[in-house]
């Protein structure tokens, strides 16, 4: 044994060496230029919690979203946005949100639109950031959502002709003549699940070549080594006799093919056979990642056999998936295949509560978190309690098994949780078929190698919510070059952004504190640009995943159930406290944007004039009225030099929407305007100088019918949404017997628990009226990045008169 273990090691020094070795120049740079992307495309992966995977028209859904560095899983706190979306069966969004996050966490909550038809749907998430890589890596699950006022097909999938989606993925990429290889097959029905059949590989002949079977969810592999210039088939048969068949994908002439698997427990080896039209000796690179990170990099010569052998230490691999990719000689890529290992770690999850209550009970729940022993972990959760009726639907992918699977991997996974909790040789082998049917190349090696650094059309919304528009010419469309543009709204207290049009006529507004519907004004400096226009950009996401929505299905024998639950949610709306069915933005600032101001008025303090130009002639001493060629100009002394005054208007504000006609200032009645404040000094923003501020509010804070200027584009705006409080009614002052109807199926919804040193917390909320059992379904991670989820459950009983 100990022979056979020092052979191990001797080899895995012969092969590891050159690995690392850094004489060689194209490694060098391979590593470097490689750094430098890792450097700056930093990975967010984000992880939504649901309340629930089934919903009604009129229902609430609650969501919790966890932002986490791809890397390492930890929570990264540099999108301050996020952009949550309900799509359809043809990607159009029928629900679209934005909600705040801090520290990388975020929640909130949207109303399941009564104008759905019923059926299931796409719920996607991600920021801003994550717009510049693939939509792949967009959060997405399904939901399903019923509109028991339509009447609805409850099972169209079974009226449609039965089809099946069969695919074949040879090992490393490609199939090449000669060459044997390891082929993974993955065959999914219409609702997007495996099936048993039993399959063959035919050739130009009809000849039988090669027998499969799928071992698990529809996904196998067999070997298969293609001759000549053959064409190649597959026929499968499925358990109802039905016959199908499929193209297998071409085996090319020359190429590459490659072959990873476990030399040791502790090696692995990555065997590359190639096919080329020179025997020439030829380089051949390896580079191997785990999410940009734990990068490996490998060199060997291609000699006269046509192959080589590069062997990984796994100690140096990240745990979860990484990615092999081989190149040829000038760096181009040629196969890449992706390997899994498992995590070590796992947060363990316990809930300690009573299997049994009656209605309108309180109900405490002692929580614990820990990693390894039981050793106790801070961690953030977030629970969901929901009334488990007979209208079953799939439950959503816990985070766990999302953060080391399903985030990493092309296309809807089956039942991803099987693979961690049944360890064993079988399940390894069926994970590495998964890595072969899901994988996806998650690198544009072009831009990771290319001559430039790589850049990003999409900033990281750090300070807040990028607002995007183009200034236009309105006689031609052409874009406007290097022109002011302001956006404001009217917004208590006054708010003023400001940017400068680029080449190509685009303009980005970095709008801070914006939550809640608006209407926004936009404009340019209207005093010296009058003939422009603007577009608004949608700051939603134009690309769609491939992915598609599973078929809705609805079991005939459950129209009770759902009669009962449509009543029991129009109940529950009805009975809402009105405080609880408007969100609130906080108002967490109180100054303008411009700061404290130098000089404040409010009008009620003085004699009232009937005209502004009074007034500020009067007793606004910092501003000086001038009137030059029919035409009203505001004058500001300078605080820091007596007795100078600027030679240009300064800006005026009205509500902060700028205004830059004085004259329509002036024509305003004064009995309209409760205070005036000054800035008596120049104030910069952005790319912009002012000389001066003078800013001019209503009483309402409405522009008191203030007409503007009609070259002004006035828009609603939906900013971030403000916080809506889950509201969940106490039994605890005897009033138990209230006749007030108490319907709610989720009982609790908590998007943010946090234990403490010990890893303990307590939930505590009191049952509704609705009888059966209830699911409790915690997810959670700790600041390490280690996931876990629970799922427990009890029985609600009637209350005993």
Partial sequence: MKIRTLIYGLLALAFCGPIYAQDDAMLASMQQRFGLYTERAVQEKMYVHVDRPFYLVGETIWFKAYNLNGATHRFLDLS???????????????????????????????????????????????????????????????????????????????????????????????????IESKVAFRAVGMDGKGFRFKGAVLNQQNETV????????????????????????????????????????????????????DSTAALLKVTVTARRESEE?????????????????????????????????????????????????????????????????????????????????????????????????WSNLSVAVYLDDSIQYQSQTDIHSYLWLTADLKGNIE???????????????????????????????????????????????????????????????????????????????????VDRSDDNGRVKFEVRQFVGPKEITLQTDLANDTTYRFEVASPFSKQFSTTAIPSFFFDKNLENQLLTRSINMQTANAYLPRLYTEKKAVLTDSLPFFGMPDEKYFLDDFTRFPTMEEVLREYVKGVLVRKRQKEFHLRMIDKLLPNTYYTTDPLMLLDGIPVFDADKIIEMDPLKVKKIELLSSRYFLGPMTFTGIVSFSTYRGDLSGFELDPKVLVMPYEGVQAQREFYAPRYDNNNANSRIADFRNLLHWAPNVTTDKDGKATIEFYTSDQTGRYQVVIQGITPDGIAGSKTVSFDVKKRSL
């Fill in 80 to 178: 301050k946005v996020g952009y949550l979306e309900i799509l359809d069966s043809e990607n159009n969004a029928v629900v679209q949100t934005k909600f705040s996050m801090i520290d990388g966490r975020g929640n909130g909550s949207v109303l399941a639109p009564s104008t759905l038809v019923s059926g299931k749907y796409k719920l996607r998430c991600y920021t801003n950031w994550m717009k510049n890589f693939s939509v792949d890596s967009y959060f997405e699950t399904s939901i399903s959502i019923l509109n028991p006022f339509v009447r609805f097909d409850p099972d169209r999938a079974s009226k449609e002709e039965t089809r099946y989606d069969v695919q074949f993925f040879p090992e490393g990429g490609r199939l090449v003549n000669g």
């Fill in 210 to 261: 090669r027998e499969f079977e799928p071992e698990m969810n529809g996904i196998g592999f067999f070997t298969f080594k293609p001759e000549g210039n053959a064409t190649y088939k597959a026929a499968i048969t499925d358990s109802k006799g039905q016959r199908f068949e499929y193209e297998l994908p071409k085996a090319e002439p020359q190429g590459y093919v490659m072959e990873v698997k």
């Fill in 281 to 377: 000796p030829a380089n051949v690179y390896m580079l191997s990642h785990t999410r940009q990170a734990n990068a490996l990099f490998g060199k060997k010569i291609l000699g006269g056999n046509g192959k080589v052998i590069f062997v990984l230490e796994k100690a140096k691999m990240g745990e979860g998936i990484s990615h092999i990719t081989i190149f040829n000689e000038r760096l181009k890529p040629v196969c890449e295949r992706l390997y899994f290992k498992r995590p070590e770690k796992q947060l363990m999850i316990e809930a300690q509560i009573n299997n049994a209550f009656i209605t309108r009970e309180k109900v405490a729940m002692n929580l614990s978190a820990g990693v390894g022993q039981a050793l106790p972990a």
């Fill in 415 to 497: 039942s991803p949780g099987y693979y961690f909790k049944n360890v064993s040789k079988d399940t390894d082998r069926q994970l590495d078929n998964l890595m072969l049917t899901h994988g996806w190349r998650r690198l544009n090696w072009d831009r990771v190698f290319g001559g430039q650094l790589v850049s990003f059309e999409h900033l990281p919304e750090y300070d807040g919510h990028f607002i995007n528009a183009r200034l236009l010419n309105k006689s031609d469309g052409a874009p406007a070059k290097n022109k002011d543009a302001f956006l404001a709204s009217l917004d208590v207290p006054a708010r003023l952004y």
